[in-house]
């Protein structure tokens, strides 16, 4: 896939050697490096995950049996998990393993809040076949 | 978003650092505390934007 590898890689190097270079003086600069790094090498596969998005999308659409349409579940999940695990690593560089670990709480939480339709169908298709 | 952001970050960063250290070394330590938060409240409007569109891009992605 082009150089995006090479360019997040070398970007996320660059970041770890300037955030150790500031972490003793100034620390909250340094996890702002770490973020700001973060940030930039989400970004730059956002595109890339698109594409693999639709690709899931277009597959789901071809299966058939019913239940395609819960691909759309999928995906939140997807999206849930990614944001809370951004958060919880940031939260962890900064040492704070408590807040990250809420945060990932919230995510699970969440992410069976968004699922609960889907296992109440399946209950029901289960039940309905014994 | 380009990855001068991270290198502007850095610079100020090694910019409150020196500040801080010569501050102190000159026995101001209000003003060393003061240029940290200064550096620090800079660097946090960068980074807050860009975290901010990177949620927003998310959020329209996965249609959270």
New interface residues.
């Given amino acids: 896939m082009d150089s995006l590898i090479i360019k997040a890689c070398a970007?996320g190097i660059?970041?770890v050697f300037?955030a150790l270079?500031?972490k003793k003086?100034?620390p909250?600069?340094?996890l702002?490096?770490t973020?700001?790094?973060g940030?930039?090498i989400?970004?730059m596969i956002?595109p890339r995950?698109?594409a693999v998005?639709g690709t899931l999308e277009t597959v789901a659409a071809g299966v058939s049996g019913g239940g395609s349409e819960y691909i759309?579940v999928a995906?939140?999940v997807?999206?849930?998990a990614?944001?809370a695990e951004?958060g919880s690593n940031v939260c962890a560089d900064a040492g704070e393993a408590g807040v990250a670990s809420k945060i990932e709480l919230a995510g699970k939480v969440l992410i069976m809040a968004v699922s609960a339709p889907i296992v109440l169908t399946l209950l029901e298709r289960v039940i309905a076949l014994l | 978003m380009t990855i001068q952001v991270v290198f502007q970050i850095a610079a100020v960063g090694i910019l409150v650092a020196v500040l801080n250290q010569v501050l102190r070394a000159a026995g101001r330590e209000e003003q060393a505390v003061l240029t940290t938060l200064a550096g620090l409240i800079v660097v946090l409007f960068w980074v807050i934007q860009h975290v901010s569109s990177l949620f927003t891009t998310v959020q329209e992605l996965f249609n959270l």
């Fill in positions: 970007a660059i970041a300037l270079t500031l003086e100034t909250a600069i340094a702002a490096i973020m700001a790094v940030v930039f989400l970004l956002l995950l698109e998005m759309g995906v939140k997807i999206g849930i990614w944001v951004f």
